[in-house]
């Protein structure tokens, strides 16, 4: 089906061996607190975003310019008001 990156990014599909996996936790306030694992270059990290139209990755976690642009779409287009803690693994190649 069609992709749609949200980022602005482009997308390419196709089937792979290679992926990713996430859990999830609601949160009582609205922070968006994200712990990430790559299995590719070794790298684990961490970012908390507010739950706002105007969340931006933060300049020591460029990883997370997704999940910000994510963030905002879903603050600006829905009525969520509260965060969520997510973990992921991931051992797909660097774009």
């Avoid at 694992?37 to 931006?56: D, I, K, N, V």
């Avoid at 963030?71 to 660097?94: T, Y």
């Amino acid at each position: 089906g069609k992709h749609t990156d949200y980022a602005g990014g482009r997308s390419l599909l196709c089937a792979a061996t290679r992926g990713f996996a996430a859990v999830s936790a609601v949160r009582a306030d609205a922070a968006c607190s994200i712990r990430a694992s790559f299995a590719s270059t070794g790298l684990r990290a961490s970012a908390q975003l507010p739950l706002s139209s105007s969340a931006e990755s933060p300049a020591d976690a460029p990883w997370a310019l997704h999940p910000a642009a994510a963030i905002r779409r879903l603050a600006s287009n829905f009525s969520i008001e509260r965060g969520v803690d997510i973990a992921f693994e991931c051992d797909l190649p660097e774009a």
